[in-house]
């Protein structure tokens, strides 16, 4: 089993800052990609940035300029730096990870989802 734990949403007031960290665990070989995806109520989850593990990165055009992913492979972990936030940012944000498992199968797993409110 794989395990995705999301932390560092909360409440910030728009042109704030916010990190979320994600930790990935258990019965993991490699991970191919690591990524942020958010959803807001009423909409489709949508992707916000990945990050391959190579190092190249792919971010939605609405955050260009302002989030910033990286990862740290050695603690299976990846991260969203948040800046010049909006209101439209508010959403639930999950960490998802494209895993190659210990067994030798190949699955997304995502992460409990934790709340990012932008509102002044």
């Known amino acids: 089993q794989v395990q995705l734990v999301e932390s560092g949403g909360g409440l910030v007031q728009p042109g704030g800052s916010l990190r979320l960290s994600c930790a990935a665990s258990g019965s993991i070989s490699s991970i191919y990609v690591m990524g942020w995806y958010r959803q807001a109520p009423g909409k489709q989850r949508e992707l916000v940035a990945d990050?391959?593990?190579?190092?190249?990165?792919n971010n939605a055009d609405s955050v260009k300029g302002r989030f910033t992913i990286s990862r740290d492979n050695g603690k299976n972990s990846v991260y969203l730096q948040m800046s010049s936030l909006k209101p439209e940012d508010t959403a639930v944000y999950y960490c998802n990870a494209d895993v190659r498992t210990l067994r030798g199968s190949r699955n997304d797993y995502w992460g409990q989802g934790t709340q990012v409110t932008v509102s002044s």
């Open positions: 990050i391959r593990n190579d190092g190249t990165t």
